[in-house]
T-cell receptor, first 115, second 110 residues
Framework: EAGVAQSPRYKIIEKRQSVAFWCNPI?????LYWYQQILGQGPKLLIQ????????DSQLPKDRFSAERLKGVDSTLKIQPAKLEDSAVYLC?????????????FGDGTRLSIL | QKEVEQDPGPLSVPEGAIVSLNCTYS??????FMWYRQYSRKGPELLMY????GNKEDGRFTAQVDKSSKYISLFIRDSQPSDSATYLC??????????FGSGTQLTVLP
């Protein structure tokens, strides 16, 4: 079974520029998550999709971050404009359904550096 | 106070040692408890998944949950250099959102 695919693996941009990340979840997984992992910390949920609808985006900085999941499969996360504090690894995860007893499977993330 | 507290380490042990990793939490609504292993420059990989209190064993790994004390543990027996990684505890309740600890960095020396 193919895992969660993310691209690019690395991205370096200057502050105030924009950047986009892409995620393809495990086939058949209805729920998709985007997490931000700052160095030395655990992942923090940014947004959760169930199919192509948003379930939870309470911790997404909506003035600069946006995400979409068209057709309920792939998803993109965008940052515009980027700030220095956005330097982190952005992880995508998926699960069969968005229930507590369904484990989440993670991709290897996109490592973002802001100069 | 963070909802989930985890000793960041680093923890260094000789090969073959028993490793104990721990997390404490404050939210009594948490019911599902997980341990993830994260190698450098990789995503977290699910190791153990338990519901409510009790023990669960899988090979060299044992997960323990004590809800009365709000304390969870992961034990690794006969540790190997390939176990060297960061270990993240995670938990959730009815809200479905996972709350992670900050991770413990483990090095197993050959």
């Amino acid at each position: 079974e193919a895992g969660v695919a993310q691209s690019p693996r690395y991205k370096i941009i200057e502050k105030r520029q924009s950047v986009a990340f892409w995620c393809n979840p495990i086939s058949g997984h209805a729920t998709l998550y985007w997490y931000q992992q700052i160095l030395g910390q655990g992942p923090k949920l940014l947004i959760q999709f169930q199919n192509n609808g948003v379930v939870d985006d309470s911790q997404l900085p909506k003035d600069r971050f946006s995400a979409e999941r068209l057709k309920g499969v792939d998803s993109t996360l965008k940052i515009q404009p980027a700030k220095l504090e956005d330097s982190a690894v952005y992880l995508c995860a998926s699960s069969l359904e968005g229930h507590s007893n369904q484990p989440q499977h993670f991709g290897d993330g996109t490592r973002l550096s802001i100069l | 106070q963070k909802e989930v507290e985890q000793d960041p380490g680093p923890l260094s042990v000789p090969e073959g040692a028993i490793v104990s990793l721990n997390c404490t939490y404050s939210n009594s609504a948490f019911q599902y408890f997980m341990w993830y292993r994260q190698y450098s420059r990789k995503g977290p990989e699910l190791l153990m998944y338990t519901y409510s209190s009790g023990n669960k064993e899988d090979g060299r790994f044992t997960a323990q949950v004590d809800k009365s004390s709000k304390y969870i543990s992961l034990f690794i027996r006969d540790s190997q250099p390939s176990d060297s990684a960061t270990y993240l505890c995670a938990m959730t309740g009815s809200a479905r959102q996972l709350t992670f600890g900050s991770g413990t960095q483990l090095t197993v020396l050959p």
